[in-house]
Each structure stands twice: as structure tokens, then as C-alpha cells.
């Protein structure tokens, strides 16, 4: 199961995946050094923000989030913004634009209002 803590999580682990045979070429190759400090530069300039949905529904303990694309097996983390609270929940399914949800911990404490990360 492919886990992660949040969309700009998996942004820097997909371009490190991309970056991988250069940084190993770069490691191995003496006189190249030029091409890891390229690398850092390109990695410290690269913006990334948080991509955050909403639940809309919870019925049972199915919970339907929209404005978030995430896929089956993955990890989003629920949270409250006015409060210090946070659920993790594995993705299941989807219907639509919609992802559905299964709480890994007490669901007590989502609302209409809960952040989907």
C-alpha cells in the first residue's frame, strides 16, 4: 500500500524518484558536483503547497471528500482548522469527484467543515 502525509509529500517524493539516477551518477562520479548544487538549487526553489479538500457527507463510516484527488490506498489527513485535531483516514474508493474515506480512529469530531489533506 502506497502511504503519504500530504500532496506536497508526494510532489517532492515523485521528484525525488526523478532525480534518483542523477543524484546516484553525481554520488559515484567525481568532478560533477556542479550538477548536486544544480539539484539542491532546482529542490530549494521549488514551490509546494498543501492541495486540501473537504468532507461533504459521512455516513456510517464512509467519508466523502471533494477537492482533493488522491488514489485508492493512500493516507489523507483530516483536520479541523480552528482546532488542534487530526484523523488520518485510507482512501477506499471514489464516486464521481468524490473520494471515499474509512477513518483509521474515532470519527468523533468531523463536520462539514473538516479540511481534507
Given at each position: ?9 508526494r ?13 546516484i551518477a ?24 498543501e ?22 490506498g ?42 481534507v489533506?
Amino acid at each position: 500500500m502506497f502511504a503519504s502525509r500530504s500532496p506536497s509529500f508526494r510532489h517532492a517524493q515523485a521528484l525525488l524518484f526523478d532525480l534518483f539516477p542523477f543524484l546516484i551518477a553525481a554520488l559515484l562520479l567525481p568532478g560533477i558536483s556542479h550538477i548536486t548544487s544544480a539539484l539542491r538549487d532546482a529542490l530549494s526553489h521549488t514551490n509546494s503547497h498543501e492541495i486540501r479538500g473537504r468532507v461533504v457527507q459521512v455516513v456510517g463510516t464512509i467519508i466523502k471528500a471533494v477537492g482533493i484527488n488522491m488514489k485508492i490506498g493512500e493516507i489523507a489527513i483530516l483536520k479541523n482548522p480552528w482546532e488542534d485535531w487530526q484523523l488520518n483516514a485510507e482512501v477506499v474508493g471514489f464516486s464521481e469527484d468524490a473520494i471515499l474515506l474509512t477513518p483509521l480512529g474515532n470519527i468523533l469530531g468531523v463536520s462539514s467543515s473538516t479540511e481534507v489533506i
